[in-house]
């Protein structure tokens, strides 16, 4: 069982939880404009890592032929057979279960959009087999994360988590087309749509800079509606140098350090925002 439960982590990716915690706090703190009580802190992790669960999953599970197919991931687990389909469709069942419950102790509103959100980030799984906007609608998905935050201590909408929510989407909707970089031959002989098969290479390399310039822009306009003291705008000044960074090391012809922008540089990004965020609210 533990093996198991070892193999569905590694296949969900875990620990790329990086990249929704912080922002899904981020939403929270803002909202309460401090911490948040610790009852509320521990159903929206328990909200957010169950959602994210029941999106990699259901991923998996319905591109697991296409996995098959492709080197660069023809080694996970279930084009491997380390899970049959019927152990992923439990979890996923499990981790829906989980946060449904999750959403019923936040508020009503949040509960009664919990569907919603759920069809959101399961249905990006099928977009890149028609349109190559998939990369818009993953960062629309991930972009939940912190308007779910707000509105799980503050059930109303307003400007400050909408800006926050595309500022995110835009955010992970640019990192995205940097990686489907690495698939454009096998997505351009397979069918698949994404925007290095539609528009190239170079100009995805653009469109993902512009992307991030949305991103800082959106971010602004956080600071400046949430009315956050002058700390917030320096430090995003350092987030901008960061994603400034992040596309000076990736070359059209050379995407040997794609996994340093992937990964490392995105998740300093999370985890600086979240802590931009906490300074500039006087929590810490």
Known sequence: ?????????????????????????????????????????????VAVVSARSVAMAFNRLVDKDIDAQNPRTK?????????????????????????FVAT???NRLV???????????????????????THLFLGIADG?????????????FSIVPLWLFWGVAFWIAGFDILYSCLDYEFDKKQGLHSIPVRFGIKNSLYLS????????????YVGKDAQLNLFYFYGLGVVSLLLLYEHLIIKP????KLTMAFFTVNGVISISMFFIILVSLSCI
Request: contains cysteine.
């Open 209 to 220: 800079t512009f992307f991030h310039i949305l991103t800082v822009i959106c971010f602004y």
């Open 75 to 99: 080694d996970r687990t279930l084009p491997k057979g380390l899970l049959t389909p019927r152990w992923v469709i439990g979890f996923i069942i499990f981790c829906t279960f989980l946060f």
């Open 144 to 156: 939940l994360a912190p308007l779910g935050g707000w509105l799980a201590i503050k059930p109303v």
């Open 1 to 45: 069982m533990f093996k198991k439960i070892k193999i569905i982590l590694e296949m969900i990716k875990f620990e790329h939880s990086i990249f929704a915690l912080p922002f899904v706090y981020i939403g929270a703190f803002l909202a309460q404009r401090g911490f948040p009580p610790w009852d509320k802190l521990f159903w929206i992790l």
């Open 104 to 106: 019923y102790n936040l």
């Open 253 to 256: 012809h050379d995407f040997s």
């Open 111 to 133: 509960f009664y959009l919990s569907p919603v959100a759920l069809f959101i980030i399961t249905g990006y799984s099928y977009t890149k087999r028609f349109t190559w906007l």
